[in-house]
């Protein structure tokens, strides 16, 4: 399994951002879609962003404008910038392959935590 490890959560005021980033154990270069998920206290896990192989996006449209995914499969990372963050952005934000199969793992996360 390819496992991930997020990085750059953290506590800012509303308006703020924040650029996550997703480092894989392997390559990443045949995974087709890489997802950014997130999860918050009493809610289900969503999908915030997808990318795939060849850069196609697509966002959840809660965050669209907001947010923007990237990945090098040359590094084996994938980013989240977020920007005018909210109060309801507040999450753990998990990477991985979408959608999630046995090819992949979920990690530890990075918690995200905005104030109002």
């Known amino acids: 399994q390819v496992r991930f490890v997020e990085s750059g959560g953290g506590l800012v005021q509303t308006g703020g951002s924040l650029r996550l980033s997703c480092a894989a154990d392997?390559?990443?270069?045949?995974?087709?879609?890489m997802g950014w998920y997130r999860q918050a206290p009493g809610k289900e896990r969503e999908v915030v962003a997808r990318?795939?192989?060849?850069?196609?996006?697509n966002y959840l449209e809660s965050v669209k404008g907001r947010f923007t995914i990237s990945r090098d499969n040359a590094k084996n990372t994938v980013s989240l910038q977020m920007n005018s963050l909210k109060p309801e952005d507040t999450a753990v934000y998990h990477c991985?392959?979408?959608?999630?199969?046995?090819?992949?793992?979920w990690g530890q996360g990075t918690q995200v935590s905005v104030s109002s």
């Open positions: 990318i795939t192989s060849g850069g196609d996006t």
């Open positions: 991985r392959d979408w959608p999630p199969s046995l090819r992949g793992s």
């Open positions: 392997r390559s990443i270069a045949s995974i087709n879609v």
